[in-house]
């Protein structure tokens, strides 16, 4: 089930705080795939965190901890990421750390390889 998105003007005072915090976070660190849309609400796992704060905003913090101090090697990190989205399916996940790869020059075939059968055609 997708929820509706959050249009930006809709938006109670607890959620428009995280929402700002998100937007600014994601303008600034992610990059390479779509999580805004055009009307400014945000899409993929950030419409539901939003929509919920009191557990969006510690799992937002989470994102933002393992982001911007990441252990993992870049190119281990993405395929990390990408195996499990595969696990559970996770089209946006699978989408957006496709291209993230990509940026970071990791090989598609490397990438493809990590990814379960019924992943490589997503």
Do not use: T
């Given at each position: 089930?997708?929820?509706p998105l959050r249009s930006?003007?809709?938006l109670n005072a607890e959620q428009r705080?995280?929402?700002?915090?998100?937007?600014k976070g994601i303008e600034t660190n992610f990059k390479g795939f779509t999580a805004i849309d055009k009307t400014g609400a945000l899409i993929?796992?950030?419409?539901?965190?939003?929509?919920?704060?009191?557990?969006g905003g510690p799992v937002w913090q989470l994102v933002k901890a393992l982001s911007t101090s990441p252990t993992l090697p870049r190119p281990v990190r993405e395929i990390a990421i990408l195996v499990t989205g595969a696990k559970?399916?996770?089209?946006?996940?699978?989408?957006?750390?496709?291209?993230?790869?990509?940026?970071?020059?990791?090989p598609d075939?490397?990438?493809?390889?990590s990814l379960p059968a019924s992943a490589r055609a997503i």
């Open positions: 089930m997708r929820l930006p003007s809709n705080l995280l929402y700002e915090d998100m937007h993929g796992p950030w419409n539901p965190w939003l929509r919920f704060p009191k557990f559970f399916r996770s089209a946006y996940e699978i989408y957006a750390h496709v291209l993230v790869a990509e940026l970071r020059e990791l075939d490397r990438s493809r390889r």
